[in-house]
């Protein structure tokens, strides 16, 4: 079936990733090549998820989740393929940008390829899997939205940081539900390494300093998905149970896409498209209901 190919770039997780660019894209000045930018940024994250999914086939079954590989749906072949061809057209579409913006889109192809394939597998290392997630996403990908439109500048960094801490906590709980499949499957991860009570703790910690940080740097979208979510993960401490975990990850992290949709008004209907379209397509194709904000 034609979709599942597409739905096999997960979709879902191109969310942050477009979230991320955007922040970045406005920080650096809102300028540029925007379309061919984000567009070649998402071929690439695709080509990185697909790859996840075909080393972790193993894990995704026993946490029941990714069916696409995991149940046999998608060839194991086609799956290399596509993954290829993704990997390919991103890497020759960054060259039409400046180098900066090439180092950090290699960079972004470096880090996706360390965190899914052996020896490297930083997926499956504890504190480097969480080190991956939250300078991927919260400086590489937004430094690859900001050089889009913007100059490279050391102040890259110093702007990131607020974001690096808020996908670091949102990705510490990540990891939680799926502890005992990981366990079983051999892999240490953040989650595995240190427990759902310590796990609980450090997110929330990471939360509060991006709260922090956003108020030092005056970055207002930050501040205002780290005001929501900082009670969610306190609450997540105080009364740990799958629900209010999920609930942390799943209301608290869209808080900073929908910030971004008072600055891009236009992303809003994008998102509503790719979320109706998501229910449509594993309600007919698995008869199951997803996504939802507790399962």
């Given at each position: 079936?034609?979709?599942?190919?597409?739905?096999?770039?997960?979709?879902?997780?191109?969310?942050?990733?477009?979230?991320?660019?955007?922040?970045?894209?406005?920080?650096?000045?809102?300028?540029?090549?925007?379309?061919?930018?984000i567009f070649a940024y998402s071929l690439?994250?695709?080509?990185?998820?697909?790859?996840?999914?075909?080393?972790?086939?193993?894990?995704?079954?026993?946490?029941?989740?990714?069916?696409?590989?995991?149940?046999?749906?998608?060839?194991?072949?086609?799956?290399?393929?596509?993954?290829?061809?993704?990997?390919?057209?991103?890497?020759?579409?960054?060259?039409?940008?400046?180098?900066?913006?090439?180092?950090?889109?290699?960079?972004?192809?470096?880090?996706?390829?360390?965190?899914?394939?052996?020896?490297?597998?930083?997926?499956?290392?504890?504190?480097?899997?969480?080190?991956?997630?939250?300078f991927g996403y919260g400086v590489l990908?937004?430094?690859?939205?900001?050089?889009?439109?913007?100059?490279?500048?050391?102040?890259?960094?110093?702007?990131?940081?607020?974001?690096?801490?808020?996908?670091?906590?949102?990705?510490?709980?990540?990891?939680?539900?799926?502890?005992?499949?990981?366990?079983?499957?051999?892999?240490?991860?953040?989650?595995?390494?240190?427990?759902?009570?310590?796990?609980?703790?450090?997110?929330?910690?990471?939360?509060?300093?991006?709260?922090?940080?956003?108020?030092?740097?005056?970055?207002?979208?930050?501040?205002?998905?780290?005001?929501?979510?900082?009670?969610?993960?306190?609450?997540?401490?105080?009364?740990?149970?799958?629900?209010?975990?999920?609930?942390?990850?799943?209301?608290?992290?869209?808080?900073?896409?929908?910030?971004?949709?008072?600055?891009?008004?236009?992303?809003?209907?994008?998102?509503?498209?790719?979320?109706?379209?998501?229910?449509?397509?594993?309600?007919?194709?698995?008869?199951?209901?997803?996504?939802?904000?507790?399962?």
């Amino acid at each position: 079936m034609f979709w599942d190919y597409i739905f096999l770039i997960r979709p879902t997780l191109l969310v942050p990733v477009w979230t991320f660019f955007l922040i970045g894209y406005a920080r650096g000045g809102g300028e540029g090549r925007f379309f061919l930018s984000i567009f070649a940024y998402s071929l690439l994250m695709g080509g990185v998820y697909i790859l996840n999914q075909i080393v972790d086939r193993e894990t995704d079954r026993i946490n029941k989740k990714l069916f696409l590989l995991s149940e046999g749906i998608i060839p194991l072949k086609h799956a290399w393929c596509e993954m290829i061809v993704l990997f390919v057209a991103s890497l020759t579409l960054s060259f039409l940008f400046p180098v900066p913006y090439r180092i950090f889109f290699f960079i972004s192809f470096i880090f996706g390829i360390l965190y899914s394939a052996p020896p490297a597998r930083f997926k499956g290392r504890p504190l480097l899997d969480l080190f991956s997630n939250a300078f991927g996403y919260g400086v590489l990908n937004f430094g690859i939205g900001y050089l889009t439109s913007g100059e490279f500048t050391w102040k890259i960094f110093l702007y990131s940081l607020p974001y690096f801490f808020a996908v670091g906590g949102v990705f510490i709980n990540t990891t939680i539900p799926d502890i005992p499949g990981d366990r079983e499957a051999g892999e240490i991860t953040t989650g595995v390494w240190l427990g759902e009570k310590k796990c609980l703790f450090l997110s929330t910690i990471f939360i509060f300093i991006s709260l922090v940080l956003s108020i030092i740097l005056k970055d207002i979208l930050c501040l205002i998905a780290a005001s929501v979510s900082l009670p969610l993960f306190l609450y997540a401490l105080l009364r740990p149970s799958r629900k209010s975990v999920l609930i942390s990850i799943r209301i608290g992290a869209p808080i900073l896409t929908l910030a971004v949709c008072f600055l891009y008004p236009l992303f809003f209907p994008v998102l509503l498209l790719l979320y109706l379209s998501m229910r449509i397509y594993y309600k007919k194709r698995f008869n199951y209901d997803y996504p939802t904000l507790t399962r």
